[in-house]
């Protein structure tokens, strides 16, 4: 980036309407009023919610379309097999995803 193109330092707090010594109190109060906390809203869904999401998209309509599919005809053996992958499939991927919210979760708690 050549020297001209990087932008002033006077001029960013400027645009900021700031300055090295931060927000006033009231700039700061307008600012939150309007455009709200700088936080992320969590949205919590319940532990059903995520397992039954599990059995939702491509892949999984692929697995319930062979298992309908495998029923119809009247392979249970096949059938069976089916729904087993799909619910081990399913129960795999809802471990993974409570893990993973659950890391979120305490790394959020210990930034507080």
């Given at each position: 980036?050549?020297?001209?193109?990087?932008?002033?330092?006077?001029d960013?707090?400027?645009?900021?309407e700031?300055?090295?010594?931060?927000?006033?109190?009231?700039?700061?109060?307008?600012?939150l009023?309007?455009?709200?906390?700088?936080?992320?809203?969590?949205?919590?869904?319940?532990?059903?919610?995520q397992?039954?999401?599990?059995?939702?998209?491509?892949?999984?309509?692929?697995i319930?379309?062979?298992?309908?599919?495998?029923?119809?005809?009247?392979?249970?053996?096949?059938?069976?097999?089916?729904?087993?992958?799909?619910?081990?499939?399913?129960?795999?991927e809802?471990?993974?995803?409570?893990?993973?919210a659950?890391?979120?979760?305490?790394?959020?708690?210990?930034?507080?």
């Amino acid at each position: 980036m050549a020297e001209q193109d990087k932008p002033n330092l006077a001029d960013e707090f400027k645009r900021l309407e700031s300055s090295p010594e931060g927000l006033t109190g009231s700039t700061a109060s307008n600012r939150l009023k309007q455009y709200g906390p700088n936080a992320l809203e969590e949205k919590k869904t319940s532990k059903l919610v995520q397992l039954l999401l599990t059995f939702w998209g491509p892949i999984p309509w692929l697995i319930e379309i062979a298992a309908i599919l495998s029923a119809i005809i009247e392979h249970w053996a096949d059938f069976t097999i089916i729904l087993f992958m799909l619910v081990l499939n399913s129960g795999i991927e809802f471990v993974q995803s409570s893990k993973a919210a659950d890391a979120l979760a305490a790394l959020k708690s210990s930034m507080h």
